[in-house]
């Protein structure tokens, strides 16, 4: 005969159990109930804040006009702040980690439906379908809401949710061109997104920049990431070649002169070649140095 746990098996620990079963099953009803059950028998527990938060939210969803779409820019905002200081904290306080993850798919893919309509607007970027598509974890969905945003990848919001985007739907290798885009057109949006990509050799090169690239120790230093990723890995030149090159952007006409210093060292054109790394060293000495110190120890 097994031998009841007196932690395992005691009556608040099921009670706070089924109102979690209900929750996770996504069931309004069976979750209150449960929930006023463990309210009635033990009023002073801790979970009982959080757990309501998360009971009320399943029960909003089914409220009449919860799927409607948003008035305005105002209402998504206020919507959205609900979900994030006080659905979210919630879902952490009583869900494991990727089951709270997947819990929360749904309520931001409602939020994203509701918002279909709205347009972008550069002065509230984050109110739009496309990052909450994203935070849903629909990236087919986040892609198309992106790609309705007029020139998307001149804007450093929508760029910097279609890189995430497409990171995620094919690996670091699909992102590189966009990743380059973002880095020269905003370096915060950058910098910001890489934890959030969470990728080992990204976080490896991000680290090594931070260590050797010659600049001021500042974020915009990141608009020069992918030229130094040209000095550094040589291999990526055919991937970020595929980048849009922006000319009001010195951290990207420094990649498109280091493509081009490449190829022109393959060629043998030594007299263009000079031209072409004087350029380079009025863009950026430090980048210059940098390049010119990986040609030393190769021609030693």
């Known amino acids: 005969m097994k031998q009841l746990d007196i932690f395992a098996d005691s009556r608040d620990v099921m009670l706070r159990n089924d109102v979690l079963e209900q929750l996770q099953k996504r069931d309004a009803v069976s979750a209150r109930t449960a929930l006023e059950r463990l309210a009635a028998g033990y009023p002073d527990d801790g979970a009982l804040p959080a757990m309501s938060v998360l009971v009320c939210e399943l029960e909003r969803g089914l409220e009449r006009g919860s799927t409607s779409p948003f008035a305005d820019h105002a209402a998504l905002a206020i919507a959205r702040r609900h979900l994030e200081d006080e659905v979210v904290p919630a879902a952490r306080r ?13 309520c931001w893919r409602a939020l994203a439906d509701r918002a279909a309509t709205l347009a972008f607007l550069r002065a509230d970027a984050d109110s739009h379908s496309a990052p909450l598509w994203l935070l849903a974890g629909d990236w087919a969905a986040a892609s198309d809401a992106i ?20 990171y995620r739907t094919g690996g670091l290798e699909a992102a590189w061109p966009l990743l380059a885009e973002l880095a020269w057109l905003a370096p915060p949006r950058f910098a910001a997104l890489l934890p959030m990509l969470s990728d080992a050799s990204l976080d490896a090169l991000r680290r090594r920049f931070d260590a050797e690239f010659p600049g001021a120790g500042e974020t915009d230093d990141y608009a020069w990431f992918p030229a130094w990723l040209l000095v550094v890995k040589p291999a990526l030149a055919g991937r970020l070649g595929e980048a849009r090159v922006q000319r009001d952007q010195a951290g990207s006409r420094a990649m498109a002169l280091l493509g081009k210093i490449l190829r022109r060292e393959h060629e043998g054109e030594q007299r263009e070649l000079v031209n072409l790394r004087q350029e380079l060293s009025r863009l950026h000495a430090g980048l210059f140095d940098t390049y010119m110190a990986t040609r030393k120890v190769q021609h030693r």
Request: glycine share 6%; net charge neutral.
């Open 147 to 166: 790609g309705s945003i007029e020139s998307w990848w001149r804007i450093p919001a929508p760029l910097a949710w279609m890189t995430e985007s497409r």
């Open 94 to 106: 009583v869900l494991p980690a990727q089951t709270g993850h997947a819990w929360l798919a749904p």
